[in-house]
């Protein structure tokens, strides 16, 4: 769903800005949703391995993307992804609902 939605003060938005948000939100988190988890396969690897080499930031989480059959196109839809999720959180900083507002 658009449950991300619930974190703006939505009301305060034009129709065209609001169609904008719902698709940034929805993309921006599902890229991220994707990055995260693969960060966490590396700080579970380095845990696991006890080699603290192996934890690795979004870099490595991309650089891993990369390498995949496919990796520039996943890269690419990845990073759109990103840039998505920052554009929403342009958005949260204008329209969201923060403690005191």
């Known amino acids: 769903g658009e449950k991300f939605l619930d974190e703006l003060r939505t009301e305060q938005m034009s129709a065209r800005e609001r169609s904008w948000v719902v698709r940034a939100g929805k993309v921006g988190h599902v890229a991220r949703g994707v990055v995260f988890p693969i960060i966490g396969i590396f700080l579970l690897k380095a845990v696991i391995e006890r080699d603290p080499g192996e934890a690795r930031g979004i ?34 900083a204008k329209y969201g609902k923060l403690a005191g507002r």
């Open 59 to 92: 870099g490595g989480a991309l650089v891993s993307i990369v390498q995949q059959p496919f990796g520039q196109v996943l890269l690419a839809v990845v990073a759109f992804g990103l840039a998505c999720y920052g554009a929403y959180q342009i958005v949260f």
